[in-house]
């Protein structure tokens, strides 16, 4: 899993200029579950990567710290995010103080680390009212053209573990001690056929297919792509997946004190 988790960092540039970003209302969404706005909120932006999500919450006003393990993306964050605190580390063992944040996020990183020792380690950093926050831009599989793309990917690759297609927070195994909710955004963005192949380039099946099985994956792809959008523009659709989790309220115990006569 390591060696799959920091296969990025040898496209950090690449993964930082093609990968999507997210929507406002993924924004919304969290503001709206957790009950609070963003802005002043102390936020552990965990597995961030090359800060993708990380900018939109410093830009809401959030106090974002972004927790990165990879050294190359890591370079890159520190690089196009200078104002921003970054502290190497992983959500395993997470290297901040008990009670000290707000909110704990994790775009498009979850999959990538233990549960048994993320969860515990995100609810022991939380402040009392906090959350967690998982989530995922997810390929609209219901589109056609993407469905089909998504096809060949697993009969070039027979990967489905972290496909540029599939990862995803369905069937999230969190603790029954968490209350969880969920909600999709759907959205998408109009890019060069350059731009589409250099995202799908950039994810770990391709990292660790080989540079030449890549490679004619990705021209051949080109092709396809070519012949469906002649105007060399492909109209990228995702669903947003955001599951948010908190503790669930301590049960209130009865009181033994006798009612007054």
């Given at each position: ?12 540039d ?40 990380t ?5 809401r ?201």
């Amino acid at each position: 899993m390591t060696r799959r988790a920091l296969s990025f960092d040898a496209v950090a540039d690449q993964y930082d200029t093609a990968r999507p970003g997210y929507p406002p209302a993924l924004f919304d969404a969290v503001e709206e579950l957790t009950g609070r706005p963003l802005h002043g909120a102390r936020v552990l932006d965990v597995g961030a990567g090359t800060g993708i999500a990380t900018r939109p919450l410093h830009e809401r006003g959030a106090r974002v710290v972004a927790v990165e393990p990879g050294p190359g993306m890591a370079a890159r964050l520190r690089r196009v995010l200078p104002g921003v605190p970054l502290v190497r580390g992983s959500g395993d063992a997470l290297p901040f103080a008990a009670g000290s944040a707000d909110l704990v996020t994790y775009a498009q990183s979850w999959h990538w680390t233990d549960p048994a020792r993320s969860v515990p380690e995100a609810l022991r950093v939380l402040r009392p009212g906090g959350a967690l926050a998982l989530w995922w831009n997810v390929s609209d599989t219901e589109v056609p053209w993407i469905a089909a793309q998504g096809d060949r990917i697993h009969r070039w690759t027979r990967d489905s573990a972290h496909g540029a297609h599939s990862a995803s927070g369905r069937g999230l195994d969190l603790p029954g001690t968490l209350e969880r909710t969920e909600r999709q955004v759907p959205w998408g963005r109009r890019v060069p056929v350059d731009t589409h192949l250099a995202n799908l380039g950039s994810h770990s099946v391709f990292q660790l297919l080989g540079e030449r099985s890549t490679a004619g994956f990705l021209a051949a792809e080109r092709a396809a792509l070519l012949s469906e959008f002649p105007d060399g523009t492909v109209p990228e659709a995702y669903v947003t997946e955001l599951t948010l989790a908190r503790p669930l309220n301590p049960p209130v115990t009865p009181s033994l004190t006798p009612p007054r006569p």
